[in-house]
């Protein structure tokens, strides 16, 4: 896919079902969470994949991943696609 394709950045439009964390530090690791979160672009939608780990008491992005990109203009229906198709 061509960068920049979905052009910039307009909304964050939250996280669904799809939050897990791990408490690796009852067993000495970090404690650890990803989500599945949805971001509206001036073309389209996209799936954002967030991993965060816990390190001295502050929270870090620790792995970014962009993909499932449906380009149109935003509504009912490209959300619907991006979740359902």
């Known amino acids: 896919m061509e960068a920049g394709i979905l052009g910039p950045f307009g909304a964050y439009l939250g996280a669904k079902d799809q939050m897990r964390v791990s408490y690796g530090a009852?067993?000495?690791?970090?404690?650890?969470?990803?989500?599945?979160?949805?971001?509206?672009?001036?073309?389209?939608?996209?799936?954002?994949h967030i991993g965060l780990v816990k390190r001295d008491g502050r929270w870090m992005i620790?792995?970014?991943?962009?993909?499932?990109?449906?380009?149109g203009p935003p509504g009912p229906s490209l959300i619907h696609n991006l979740f359902f198709d």
């Open 62 to 71: 620790d792995a970014f991943k962009v993909d499932d990109i449906v380009l």
């Open 26 to 48: 009852a067993f000495g690791g970090p404690v650890s969470a990803s989500y599945v979160a949805t971001a509206r672009y001036l073309n389209g939608l996209a799936k954002l």
